[in-house]
């Protein structure tokens, strides 16, 4: 890794490496994301079978 950033440096493409580092920093932050909301519709998916669930029970107990 040393080596890379070495080479860079020495040819001045200092802004290849800030995109490269953005589009590291956005990619982490979109998976991130993306599993935070997968996550928070499981437990709507879980929360809306326990509601059907205790409807179902109440129905029944009439």
Same mark, same amino acid.
């Given at each position: 890794?040393?080596?890379?950033? *070495?080479?860079?440096?020495?040819?001045?493409? $200092?802004?290849? /490496?800030? %995109? #490269? $580092?953005? =589009?590291?920093?956005?990619? =982490?932050?979109?998976?991130?994301? /993306?599993?935070?909301?997968?996550?928070?519709? !499981?437990?709507?998916? =879980? #929360?809306?079978?326990? %509601?059907?669930? #205790? *409807? !179902?029970?109440?129905?029944?107990?009439?």
């Amino acid at each position: 890794m040393s080596d890379i950033l *070495n080479a860079i440096l020495e040819r001045g493409d $200092l802004a290849h /490496l800030a %995109l #490269f $580092l953005w =589009a590291c920093a956005a990619t =982490a932050q979109a998976y991130f994301a /993306l599993r935070e909301l997968s996550e928070a519709s !499981r437990r709507l998916d =879980a #929360f809306v079978r326990e %509601l059907a669930r #205790f *409807n !179902r029970r109440c129905r029944s107990d009439q």
